[in-house]
């Protein structure tokens, strides 16, 4: 896969556009995937937070794709995920009313520089060029080691009693709609894949469903997880906004 790298006018390389985009719909719908996954964990294994649950979420994701994938490709996918916040930042314009940053997630710009801290925190020697081409600010570059030593103590004790329960069969696809191949792709072959690297004592379904919105979500009420259609589109012009 090619690399999707930000620069300060937020512009992608120069190997085939529609190659990146699709790569960009690929690993931004993982990244958002493995989020909603820690909503998912944090409900299931009734984790203790000391902190709004929407950080959280995105800690988990990247400890988890740090965990499986290989360096170069869990860096191309972080990139994704931290453009993917420039992006809505973007469209959603200047916040100008003090209330917006009330929002749960907080603000894009805050969740674009805490995804790069996190992540650059776990190798700060081997990812500091990729660091400074996503403009971290040294003052908050200096904390990220510890801040990942944290997510690690916290995210990275889970995922290792997890692991032990590894080929339990505890994802699996539920409803599937049409409207949404790439995402249909994508989630079918990553829970197949995610089986064979960690378990749950429950069952958790994870369906594809034309929701009216481009969103995914878990729903703590029926315990299941949903990758809205309307997602795919959604991801695909964020990626056309960067451009």
């Known amino acids: 896969m090619k690399s999707i790298l930000m620069t300060a006018a937020l512009l992608f390389g120069t190997a085939a556009m529609a190659d990146e985009r699709d790569t960009f719909i690929e690993h931004t719908l993982l990244t958002v ?49 931290a453009d993917l916040f420039a992006a809505e930042g973007i ?17 894009d710009q805050g969740r674009f520089f805490n995804t790069v801290c996190i992540y650059y925190g776990g190798d700060t020697e081997a990812r500091q060029e990729w660091a400074d081409m996503m403009e971290l600010p040294e003052g908050r570059a200096e904390r990220c080691a510890d801040e990942y030593d944290v997510a690690t103590k916290s995210w990275g004790t889970l995922l290792d009693r997890l692991s032990e329960k590894a080929n339990s069969g505890s994802f699996v696809i539920g409803t599937i709609e049409d409207g949404a191949p790439v995402t249909e792709a994508v989630i079918t072959a990553e829970l197949e894949a995610l089986n064979q690297d960690m378990g749950l004592d429950v ?31 959604f991801l695909g012009n964020m990626y056309d906004l960067l451009q």
């Not at 409900?43 to 994938?69: F, H, K, T």
């Not at 379904?205 to 969103?215: D, L, R």
């Open 91 to 107: 469209d959603r314009g200047e916040i100008e009313d003090f209330a917006d940053y009330a929002d749960t997630h907080g603000s």
């Open 203 to 233: 069952t958790l379904p994870v369906s594809i469903e034309t929701c009216g919105e481009a969103n995914a979500y878990y729903d703590s009420d029926s315990k299941s997880m949903v990758m809205c259609v309307e997602f795919e589109e």
């Open 33 to 81: 995937f493995y989020h909603e996954l820690g909503h998912a964990l944090i409900d299931l294994e009734q984790l203790p937070l000391y902190g709004p649950n929407e950080p959280s979420a995105d800690i988990a994701s990247v400890m988890i794709v740090e965990r499986l994938y290989p360096p170069e490709t869990s860096m191309q996918m972080i990139t994704a995920a």
